[in-house]
């Protein structure tokens, strides 16, 4: 008889199981508004978020007109976040602000867009207008909603899309340097600097310019090297204000020495040349 009790609980366990599918798939096809309406509430509060989904989601157009359509659909919005489709819970936390701007929940709403947003960020590798749209629909946040008690959250993804940004803009600008575009590195690497005069990538960027600048003059024809010396001299001093205790210094002073004798050795461009 005991080598049957294992076959016996499987067969218990199926015929739950079976028991609550069965259950649910009735639901599913019951037009009874206020009974799917109280189930769907029911799963959600458990944190069954996909059942809770289908359900709100067959129910938000049989709720139109009633006092429950507000909650069904920023809880239906809510279940696609829960569920991470991030796409989507952005643009149903959106219509619901659009749709409900003087509720309860619409504040919150709005701040689960730009977290959806946010989360929907891919890595700095890749394209990032999701990123972009993301800081444009946080800063929105921040100007409808100064005073949120969700404003240091926002403020934090905020500064990390920057980070973001500001990562692949460096490693954009070095890539250019590693493949040996040197003046299109040396381009990038200035606009960095521009667009992030704080950076902590500031001293790396500001070297490898140095040194792109450099490499550029030196594999340059000799009729523009002495030119491109002087841009790399320039480069240098710019550098060394900026970092003066920087560990790269030596390896800096080196290039610096080579471009100063190179410009003493080289002639001035002959103005008259190109004409």
Do not use: H, W
Not at 124 to 131: E, M, S
Not at 144 to 165: I, N, Y
Request: hydrophobic share 35%; net charge neutral.
């Amino acid at each position: 008889m005991l080598s049957f009790r294992p076959a016996f609980f499987v067969l218990l366990l199926s015929t739950l199981l079976l028991g609550s599918c069965t259950g649910y798939q009735k639901l599913l096809k019951s037009t009874d508004v206020n009974k799917k309406y109280e189930a769907a509430i029911q799963y959600y509060d458990k944190g069954d978020f996909f059942k809770a989904g289908t359900l709100l989601e067959e129910l938000i157009p049989l709720l139109k007109g009633r006092p429950e359509a507000e909650k069904a659909q920023f809880y239906f919005a809510n279940t696609n976040f829960r569920q991470r489709n991030y796409t989507l819970s952005a643009y149903y936390f959106k219509t619901f602000y659009e749709t409900y701007p003087n509720s309860t929940y619409a504040e919150e709403a709005a701040f689960m867009q730009a977290k959806s947003l946010f989360r929907d960020s891919p890595e700095f590798q890749l394209d990032q207008t999701n990123t972009y749209s993301a800081i444009e629909v946080i800063q929105d946040f921040l100007n409808r909603f100064p005073e949120s008690r969700f404003r240091a959250e926002t403020e934090g993804m905020s500064q990390e899309l920057q980070k973001k940004l500001e990562n692949k803009a460096f490693n954009g600008a070095r890539l250019y340097y590693d493949l040996r575009y040197y003046q299109s590195a040396v381009t990038a690497f200035t606009g960095f600097q521009q667009q992030y005069p704080s950076s902590a990538y500031g001293e790396q960027a500001a070297f490898l310019k140095l040194n792109a600048q450099f490499d550029l003059a030196t594999e340059s024809v000799e009729e523009k090297q002495r030119e491109r010396y002087l841009e790399t001299i320039a480069f240098y001093q710019n550098f060394i204000d900026a970092f003066p205790q920087s560990k790269s210094l030596k390896e800096a002073e080196r290039m610096y020495d080579t471009a100063r004798n190179a410009v003493a050795k080289l002639k001035p461009a002959d103005p008259t040349a190109a004409k």
